[in-house]
């Protein structure tokens, strides 16, 4: 099971940040947050990860509170384009490469 | 570099008849993952190898579905025979794999690359 809770659904303005939260309470020290999005019709996406600091890609920032209970995806500027299902997992780091644990994410709409 | 590649894309089969789906990782991955999604459901783990070798089979269905990657490049998933709830959207993914010297696997946490997936009706 999912070990992440995260919205059912937001709306963003096109342009505007989009703030994505994921509550991972139960997190172990071993285990990384990963952030996937799927768009329709297409396999999921990886997007970013992190273990305890904050990370930041071409594609998105990942803010992991201190005591790594929850954490933030924040896409900058908000297109049409990034309207998909996003997905908080946690995967512990392991030897052998763990799978990905998805739950229900959460809908983002980017709304011109 | 390219990507994962699935194969077909879309399937419609009748009830009772075999699908055998093919998945191309990227190249250098030694790590193989199937997923699939049933309508309505979440995306769910199915199998994970490692080169040819099966690391975890722990989310198969049933013995009705088999997968295979002879030589730890390609794999196949076939599902004989086919049923109405098998239908659905089936994904594989690779990853790499730090292998260090000695044979044993790092910890490296590498992320997992997704085809577009190939949907399957069974009808």
């Known amino acids: 099971d999912a070990k992440t809770t995260q919205p059912t659904s937001m709306d963003c303005a096109e342009g505007r940040a989009a703030n994505l939260p994921c509550n991972h309470s139960?997190?172990?020290?071993?285990?990384?947050v990963y952030w996937y999005r799927q768009i329709h019709s297409q396999g999921p996406q990886y997007i970013i990860h992190?273990?305890?600091n904050n990370e930041t890609n071409e594609m998105a920032s990942l803010i992991i509170t201190e005591d790594r209970k929850s954490s933030t995806l924040i896409l900058p500027h908000a297109t049409l384009r990034d309207t998909a299902v996003y997905y908080c997992?946690?995967?512990?780091?392991?030897?052998?490469?763990?799978?990905?644990?998805f739950g229900k994410g959460t809908r983002l709409s980017v709304i011109a | 570099e390219a990507g994962v590649t699935q194969f077909p894309s879309h399937s419609v089969i009748e009830k009772g008849q075999t699908v055998t789906l093919r998945c191309d990782p990227i190249?250098?991955?030694?790590?193989l993952y199937w997923y699939r999604r049933v309508m309505g459901k979440e995306i769910k783990f199915l199998l994970h190898?490692?080169?040819?070798?099966?690391?975890?089979e722990s989310g198969m269905p049933n013995n009705r579905f088999l997968a295979e990657r002879t030589g730890g490049t390609y794999s196949t998933l076939k599902v004989q025979p086919a049923e109405l709830e098998d239908s659905g959207v089936y994904f594989c993914?690779?990853?790499?794999?730090?292998?260090?010297?000695?044979?044993?696997?790092?910890?490296?946490?590498?992320?997992?690359?997704f085809g577009n997936g190939t949907r399957l009706t069974v009808t």
């Open positions: 993914a690779s990853s790499q794999d730090g292998i260090l010297a000695g044979g044993s696997f790092s910890s490296y946490n590498s992320p997992l690359h």
């Open positions: 139960t997190i172990s020290g071993n285990e990384y």
């Open positions: 992190g273990l305890k």
């Open positions: 997992i946690v995967r512990v780091l392991n030897s052998g490469n763990t799978p990905l644990v």
């Open positions: 190249s250098g991955h030694d790590n």
């Open positions: 190898f490692v080169k040819e070798s099966k690391q975890d």
